[in-house]
């Protein structure tokens, strides 16, 4: 089982994935 972390960042919209030894960043846009 692999281990997964999200937190969300500082902006808004924005989420930092972590997984492994490896990171990566997801964002996206949110409408009303």
């Not at 997964?4 to 994935?17: D, N, Q």
Request: charged share 25%; net charge neutral.
């Amino acid at each position: 089982m692999m281990h997964l972390t999200l937190k969300r960042l500082e902006a808004p919209g924005s989420l930092e994935v972590r997984w492994g030894g490896g990171v990566g960043t997801f964002t996206w846009r949110q409408e009303d």
